[in-house]
């Protein structure tokens, strides 16, 4: 059973530039959800997708963007980025989005600096 | 809303010491409540959860007791190991909505020989 895998696993933009993440969630998980861990700070919601449609979103502004695919996995999108966009990006899929009982499995993330 | 409160880290600890990391929420209803670990340069691990009162998460030897009277999920472990040396993440899952975790900051472990 392989895990959840994210690619890049680092990437340096400049300020403006568009980035995409990408994740493949782990097999027989068909709920994604993305994080933003900026450094020494805990992981904050960016929003989930759930059989391709948004299930819902934390604070963040409408430059961060996603999809989901048929096959579950799912990309992060963020347009125009500024330098406070620096952080580790986790991407975390779970079985089912109407269960309450489970952890999710998370990846190992992306580390996108803005300079 | 809902939110996590751990304790400030660093903590230090010699090997086979006693460990305790505080946590507690806010949250309406009865969320489910996680520890994560994340250990340098990886992703989070789930290392333990409880859904309901007086439930007890553990895993490797660490505990935590869901106390819904105190609104806390403190993290113990009897003795640590330097391999246990990380960064703990307490997280809530709250019912219904989107199934979003919301985190604490982290409390970095040290764990010396």
């Known amino acids: 059973e392989t895990g959840v895998t994210q690619s890049p696993t680092h990437l340096i933009k400049t300020r403006g530039q568009q980035v995409t993440l990408r994740c493949s969630s782990q097999?027989?998980?068909?709920?994604v959800s993305w994080y933003q861990q900026a450094l020494g700070q805990g992981p904050q919601f960016i929003f989930q997708y759930y059989r391709e449609e948004e299930n819902g979103r934390g604070n963040f502004p409408p430059r961060f963007s996603g999809l989901q695919f048929p096959n579950y996995s799912s990309e992060l999108n963020v347009n125009a980025l500024e330098l406070d966009d620096s952080a580790l990006y986790l991407c975390a899929s779970s079985p089912s989005a109407q269960r309450g009982d489970y952890g999710y499995t998370f990846g190992s993330g992306t580390r996108l600096t803005v300079v | 809303g809902n939110s996590v409160t751990q304790m400030e880290g660093p903590v230090t600890l010699s090997e086979e010491a006693f460990l305790t990391i505080n946590c507690t929420y806010t949250?309406?209803?009865?969320?489910?409540l996680f520890w994560y670990v994340q250990y340098p340069g990886e992703g989070l691990q789930l290392l333990l959860k409880?859904?309901?009162?007086?439930d007890k998460g553990s895993n490797k030897g660490f505990e935590a007791t869901y106390r819904k009277e105190t609104t806390s999920f403190h993290l113990e472990k009897g003795s640590v190991q330097v391999s246990d040396s990380a960064v703990y993440f307490c997280a809530l899952k709250s019912q219904g909505g989107s199934e979003k975790l919301v985190f604490g900051k982290g409390t970095k472990l040290t764990v010396n020989p």
């Open positions: 097999s027989g998980h068909n709920t």
């Open positions: 949250a309406t209803g009865y969320p489910s």
């Open positions: 409880a859904t309901k009162a007086d």
